[in-house]
């Protein structure tokens, strides 16, 4: 009998797996149904819950929420997870309609799927209503190019909010040492970028097979009047402005700093940040890290610039948005939320804590705020030419072929034609 | 006496190898949770420095930790729990008890073990929406458990094979139940095989994080899902990542050295001679 | 007497069956009713969220995948991973478990404790650290290649054929104390006195491993073959987190490959119908293990 005795907690924990299943539902329906004098008049307290990529813009954002709950009595839970797992958390959840979400943080180029799956709300109706928008909106200082990024068949699908673009930085020091200008153009990088590189050093890139390096060379291929499609819209990769980036994409490769093969954009930032790259590429999200002098060596000391051009200036514009979900159970209630996120005050706070780039004009020009980022003047200067990565139904395959190759190109020693000549025939069928 | 030194000579070296080949690398996690981001990102490593428990108590006030602690302590005991008692019956029936069809249904057991977790992920999710059960425990239980049985029974299944015929035939003789030689004779003789099955359940629990994290909501996340929150978003935080890592990795050691005991734990005809 | 019998041969069964049902219901409910619906939904063309509106294309995307270069690419890729991370497991794992009786046995409890921590680690941490060992400026690898002067020569993660070396290594490191708790678990069922006597009888060390260890290991391994080999085939987590794949795609496996076909340029069919190919890879190759262990008659 006493060897029995080992497996009762089988059957107990059997019974309170059953039990247990019970215990996360109930802590949640309990959260919504708090305890609130300033509660709304419907009487339950409303409770919204939205989803993001984590991190510390994640954690500055969820230390205001709170002001957002004393001013309006909804209540906010932020569900911040892992970059790499949003995107199929908030799929699943709005395919399967779960109503886990009110409100969701996309990308630019997820929200054409989104829409076209029918996962998000139009926010339209909502715009002309003062009482979820706030007195002091004003529509208009936003963006406008964000805007329209936004909106699909003249409806607008998100309030865009956080703002990235891939933004050269270099070591003042060392570069003043050399003899060396801000870099501009394609000749100005590679000239720089050997002679470090014989030094020991050379360019960080993030040449990782992944879209950073796609979004950093569509960026230079545009500046080269390159680009993925002729004017007639019609897939077009292999023309001599687009081989020429390509050749140009490995000459850099070669002067780069050893490792950079394998590194995405905050492998860049860490390089610099902590000394060991003198120059390289980086996104803007990342920038406000260099700036900080408990976690930088080289704060003060980097000069920021677009990335270099050939023909004329161009960068590549990627923007996140709040959006409200089609399975929401709080649709008003939620806009409200995208609406005071995005707004003057909020964004310029944001702005204050963390140096995050935002789509209001007013906020971008504000000089408390340019005074605090020495990056903002460079990161205006990249959006007055960008554009995003192209938003239709295939381009996610037209960037995983993009990727693989420039791979190629940059560490299995790829020849930038052919390489360019096998994607046009692998995506031909798809971009009639 | 020259072919005695020599062997212990090689015996120390390769086992001092592979003891610095674990370690190292388990280092590099436990100081970077000590170190600030300067110092992990210094070249050459330093390795003298200043420690600093700040990484930790932004690790454990920033995030839900101590929930997340509990719902991995859950999660794992049970789904090992059943994985383990499932897996033993399991495995004892298809070999004692022997029912029509024994082989075919242990190969499809297995046949489970086959299928990619993208693949279960989608209806799996399907299902706890449709029940009404997504966000609560069950999802990831059920995905460990399910993973996890196919191991457990057919590890299992080889070491009751081993137990002598004898022993259950006198047993039956003497007038026992078949659940009594299960417990009376069977259990204590595949007691390695048990432990093994265990450890290895509850780790894989433990560390697991796709179906931990989309099965799942803010209430009912795991540590793996709390340590994932700070790695790879737009860039990692080395410093409160390896604090979260090194909190998630003791309570598994501990239970590493603690089952140690049942693993080597002597069998009918005498102990291993240590 | 024969009715007796036959009562109790029912007994049995329906015991047997009544023990079996917990985990056979488990695994239907989590792993074969996804199987039934991965087959069925990879017979269609349809993006994630839409599945009832996909276009019927029969055994299209199962054709398609032998038509794929980066596909067969990536089988090839796939296989030679679980090949050298397998051997290199069995190999260190059964190895050292042996080696670990031939000491003193609180030296090896100690040892085995150590050895057993990879395993306990959360693979997102595991994938973390090896990245930054393997990092050419702050990484700990470059820096023992720098000391022993090969560090131009060694590639690392940079350069396809070099990153699937880095990449098995970590994900022995990761893996081969598994291996060894199960060989540690088989030796343990192994009767001292077996080997007194062989000892007795003047066998050497390679004898006693040969007749005494290895045939009673034997079963284990096989279980630890086929569940390792499943395992590493559908490896996914640590070459995500090292290297996403490339470069190059000179790391890309079968799972990651159809992890990004569905959820990132949203061909859930064909991913369907890469997971079914896999399964199907796996079959072939494990399959003879399998009706190897018979049941005891």
Known sequence: MKHVIPWLPLLSTAVISLLGCNEGLAQSQSDAKGVDEAGDKEGEKVQLVISRWAGSHADDQAAILGEFEKATGIHVRMDAIDYGQLRQKQMLNMGGKTGAYDLVFAQEVWIPEYVSSGYLHALNDYLSNPALTGKDFDFADFEQSLIQTDTIDSKLYGLPTFVQTPLVVFNKDVFGRLGAQTPKTWDDTLSIASKLHQNGTGIALPAKEGLAAVDVWIALARSNNGGYFDSAGKLNLVTPENIATCQFWKDLVAVSMRGSTNWHFDDVNKAVQFGQAPYGITISGLAGQLEDPKESKVAGKIGYAPLPFKQRPFGTLSVWSWCVTADSKHPKEAFRLAAWLTSKQVEKAMGLKNGQVCARKSVLADPDLVNKAPYLPAITESLENADTEPRDKNSPKLMDAMQAALSRIAAGGGDPKSELESVQQQLSNDFK | ?274 | ?297
């Not at chain 2, 259950?168 to 003789?173: G, H, L, T, Y």
């Not at chain 3, 022993?148 to 396809?160: A, I, S």
Request: hydrophobic share 55%; charged share 10%.
């Open chain 3, 1 to 297: 007497m024969l009715s007796n019998a036959s009562k109790s041969r029912h007994d049995g069964d329906l015991l047997a069956v009544v023990l079996i049902a917990p985990a056979a219901a488990v695994v239907i409910a989590a792993m074969l009713l996804p199987l039934v619906y991965a087959f069925t939904m990879s017979l269609f063309d349809f993006r994630p969220g839409f599945e009832t509106q996909g276009k019927f294309l029969f055994l299209q995307n199962y054709l398609r995948f032998f038509q794929d270069k980066i596909a067969l690419q990536s089988l090839l890729l796939t296989l030679v991973f679980t090949f050298s991370a397998l051997l290199l497991e069995l190999l260190l794992g059964v190895g050292f478990s042996i080696l670990l009786l031939t000491v003193p046995v609180w030296v090896a409890k100690v040892l085995r404790g150590v050895y057993c921590i990879p395993l306990l680690i959360s693979p997102i941490i595991v994938g973390l650290i090896w990245r930054y060992m393997y990092d050419p400026t702050f990484g700990i690898v470059y820096f023992i290649a720098k000391q022993v002067g090969c560090d131009q020569f060694f590639g690392g993660l940079q350069q396809p054929g070099w990153s699937m070396l880095c990449v098995v290594l970590a994900d022995v490191w990761e893996t081969t104390p598994f291996v060894m708790l199960c060989a540690t678990a088989g030796l343990a069922a192994i009767p001292g006195d077996l080997y007194e006597a062989a000892r007795i009888d003047g066998a050497g060390w390679w004898n006693r491993f040969l007749r005494i260890t290895f045939p009673s290991l034997r079963k284990v391994l096989v279980v630890v073959l086929i569940i390792r080999g499943t395992d590493a085939f559908r490896v996914f987590d640590i070459i995500y987190a090292l290297t996403n794949g490339g470069p190059a795609n000179s790391t890309l496996s079968l799972s990651i490959y159809a992890f990004k076909k569905g959820f990132e340029q949203y061909e859930m069919g064909y991913a369907m119908a890469i997971s079914i190919i896999m399964m199907v890879v796996l079959s072939l190759l494990f399959g003879p293990f399998l009706r190897r262990s018979r049941i005891r008659a």
């Open chain 2, 1 to 274: 006496m020259g072919t005695k030194l020599l062997s212990a000579g090689l015996k120390t070296f390769f086992l001092g190898g592979f003891f610095l080949w674990t370690v190292v690398p388990v280092a590099l996690v436990i100081s970077n949770s000590f170190k600030t981001q300067l110092d992990i990102f210094s070249v050459p490593p330093t390795v003298f420095f200043v420690p600093t428990l700040e990484n930790y108590i932004r690790a454990l006030t920033s995030g839900d930790f101590g929930r997340y602690f509990l719902n991995s302590l859950f999660v794992s005991a049970t789904s090992s729990l059943l994985s383990v008692g499932f897996g033993a019956f399991a495995a004892y029936s298809i070999v004692s008890l022997r029912p029509k069809f024994a082989m075919t249904i242990a190969n499809v057991l297995l046949l489970g073990k086959l299928v990619p977790a993208i693949t279960m992920l989608l209806p799996l999710f399907a299902i706890m929406n449709l029940t009404g059960l997504l966000g609560t425990y069950v999802g990831p239980i059920l995905a460990h458990t399910a993973i996890n049985l196919p191991f457990v029974i057919w590890l299992v299944m080889g070491f009751i094979q081993d137990i002598p015929d004898d022993l259950e035939s006198a047993a039956k003789i003497d007038g026992c139940t078949r659940m009594q030689i299960f417990w009376m004779i069977v259990s204590p003789l595949i007691m390695p095989g048990l432990a093994a099955s265990a450890i290895l359940s509850m780790q894989y629990s433990w560390n697991e994080l796709l179906f931990s994290l989309q099965l799942t909501n803010l209430d009912t996340y795991t540590l793996p899902v709390g340590i994932s929150k700070f790695v790879g978003s737009i860039s990692v935080d080395w410093g409160k990542s390896s604090a979260a890592a090194t909190m998630t990795m003791v309570p598994m050691i501990l239970l590493g050295f603690f089952v140690q005991k049942y693993l080597a734990r002597g069998t009918v005809g005498g102990a291993v001679k240590g």
